[in-house]
């Protein structure tokens, strides 16, 4: 909207985006914690290990395609992190 001169369209693309940023990071935070607090913990065989942990790399990927700068590197060493420990097990 910036490239077309429609400055104010642009403000309010810029706040929903926002928005949708901060209800997905909620989510994902949301998911993150079950995952560790509850699933990975309690996952009765290799396979639910591996899906756990692959699904917690998954999520830190969603954040890395939102945030920008630390937060981005930082959820992505987690992604890595995790895909890694799937392979692992």
């Known amino acids: 909207e910036k490239s077309k001169g429609n400055e ?4 309010y693309a810029k706040e929903y985006c ?3 940023e901060a209800e997905l990071q909620k989510i994902c935070d949301t998911i993150l914690k079950l995952l560790d607090d509850k699933l990975i ?4 065989n290799d396979e639910s290990k591996v899906f756990y942990q ?4 998954d999520y830190y990927r969603y954040i890395a395609e939102f ?3 630390d937060k981005k590197s930082g959820a992505a ?3 890595r992190a995790a895909y890694a420990e799937a392979a692992a097990v």
Do not use: D, L, N, P
């Open 18 to 20: 926002g928005k949708v």
């Open 8 to 11: 104010e369209q642009a403000k």
């Open 54 to 57: 692959k699904m917690k790399a």
């Open 67 to 69: 945030t920008e700068g």
């Open 77 to 79: 060493e987690s992604a």
């Open 41 to 44: 913990g309690k996952a009765a």
